[in-house]
């Protein structure tokens, strides 16, 4: 069974600073790994999302890797601002067994905290 | 364009009744999904529509959750007998194909007393 964890579980910086957030799983058979953002009381808003035979994606000052044979993926935030501020998730679809429906499987999150 | 909506935002409702959620996804998208968040928890998977048809329902956790998407575009979320552990956000997310970026709603926050 697929499982996926994002450490630490919380995060302080100050304003500027570059910062990685982890995310790894158990099972390397994944279709595709997604980053989210959650703002308190929110949806979910997709930040980048990586095929399985990819090994980054960027998007502004975001840049997610996978590094699927380990079962890992970092989340890249270069000069962090206290708008980006939120809980991030990492989820991956796929696993050995399971049927090609894009079900995502969710670690419980990182919630950021940029200061000013 | 539009996002993903959906109605209530939030429900509260006493143990033992029915409760619809609503989920109007993306035009044009076919994928279709429903999770389950807890406070402090990521998202639990509960069903996945393939156009109208539900092709994985294997998140649902019991007979009392059913779900509908009779004519491939809006679903329906139906639970019976509510009980307060069914207390939750309740996520709809749609996308283009299975394989593709799932674009999330706003939830539906329920509340059972």
């Known amino acids: 069974k697929q499982e996926v964890t994002q450490i630490p579980a919380a995060l302080s910086v100050p304003e500027g600073e570059n910062l990685v957030l982890n995310c790894s799983f158990t099972d390397s058979a994944i279709y595709n790994l997604q980053w989210f953002r959650q703002d308190p009381g929110k949806g979910l808003t997709s930040l980048l999302l990586i095929q399985s035979s990819q090994r980054e994606q960027t998007s502004g000052r975001l840049n997610a890797s996978l590094d699927k044979s380990s079962g890992r993926s970092t989340l890249y935030i270069a000069a962090s601002q206290p708008g980006d501020s939120a809980t991030y998730l990492c989820a991956v679809s796929g696993g050995e067994g399971s049927s090609n429906t894009g079900k995502l499987i969710f670690g419980q999150g990182t919630t950021l905290q940029v200061k000013p | 364009g539009a996002g993903v909506s959906q109605t209530p935002s939030n429900k509260v409702t006493e143990k033992g009744k029915y409760v619809e959620l609503r989920c109007d996804p993306i035009?044009?998208?076919?994928?279709l999904y429903w999770y389950r968040q807890s406070l402090g928890q990521g998202p639990e998977f509960l069903i996945y529509f393939q156009g109208t048809g539900a092709a994985d329902d294997s998140g649902l956790p019991n007979d009392r959750f059913f779900a509908v998407r009779p004519e491939g575009s809006v679903s329906t979320l139906k639970i019976q007998r509510t009980e307060r552990g069914d207390s939750a956000v309740y996520l709809c997310?749609?996308?283009?194909?299975?394989?593709?970026?799932?674009?999330f709603g706003p939830g539906t926050r329920l509340l059972v007393l």
């Open positions: 035009s044009g998208h076919t994928a």
């Open positions: 997310a749609s996308s283009l194909t299975n394989r593709e970026t799932q674009y």
